[in-house]
């Protein structure tokens, strides 16, 4: 893996160094490699996912004796790939998800599709950036319940809980006060990330790495990635931790 030739490179160097949130992200969109991360909650062990690209995909095609060729990204733009799962609390069934972002060329995103599935439900989200909608479909137990929202719709999730009221979960969701939030596609443009080059702890041993913070909905996020533009560890509210399986070997 080309964590180890970075490590080899770069661990005996750096220090804390402001650099642009742009060119992190740049570099997780084009990482060469995947990143297969184990997934803790107050450090017990709750499952495990895998982030790719389609760059990395791209490249275990070609040819390793020779270079890879121009315009990979110009030809189809990014896309990621996150697929694992988990269990959380007192949840006994774990939730399996899979879930990809096609970006075009400019990293502007064009389409969302995702499942999560635990014990004998489904739901499956669609969306498409041109159509400013989205499509749900949950099934479970022999029946199944397809709807779409507007982006609009989603700035009062009462709007999606009522669709649902009557028809899933015996009317479950209908006495819940929930306030008015942004869609996903406009919180993730309010984002403010703060990236800076440091050292991380990998083992025992410590390497440079770039650190990425912000805070969504009044939660701290931290993702520290590697030069390569592997994500080394993902930090997300509730103590939930996710650790490149390299980090946790001496």
């Known amino acids: ?68 060729p121009e315009g990979i990204v ?56 041109t159509n400013q909608t989205v499509h749900l479909k949950i099934t479970g137990k022999g029946s199944s319940i397809v709807r779409e929202f507007t982006f609009a719709d989603l700035q009062n999730p009462r709007t999606a809980l009522r669709a649902f009221d009557g028809n899933f979960g015996g009317g479950l969701f209908g006495g819940f006060e929930t306030p008015a939030v942004p869609p996903a596609s406009a919180l993730a443009q309010s984002l403010h990330w703060d990236a800076r080059r440091e050292r991380l702890i990998l083992g025992r041993e410590p390497v440079t ?23 080394l560890r993902v930090e997300l509210p509730n103590n939930v931790v996710a650790t490149l399986d390299e980090m946790n070997k001496s």
């Open 209 to 231: 790495a770039y650190r990425m913070e912000t805070s969504a909905l009044g939660n701290q996020i931290v993702i520290y990635v590697s030069p390569l533009g592997e994500i």
């Open 74 to 129: 110009a030809r189809a733009g990014y896309k990621i790939h996150l697929v694992g799962n988990v269990s959380f609390g007192e949840f006994t069934n774990r939730m399996k998800f899979d879930g990809s972002v096609q970006f075009s060329s400019a990293r502007a995103w064009r389409e969302l599709n995702l499942r999560l599935s635990m014990h004998s439900v489904a739901v499956e989200i669609h969306s498409l950036a």
């Open 1 to 68: 893996m080309n964590f180890f030739l970075w490590r080899a490179e770069y661990g005996s160097h750096g220090g804390e160094i402001s650099v642009p949130a742009d060119l992190v992200w740049r570099k997780i969109l084009t990482a060469p490699d995947s990143s297969t991360l184990t997934v803790y909650q107050n450090g017990e062990r709750t499952g495990f996912c895998e982030f790719s690209t389609s760059v990395e995909q791209e490249m275990a095609k070609l040819d390793e004796d020779r270079p890879p």
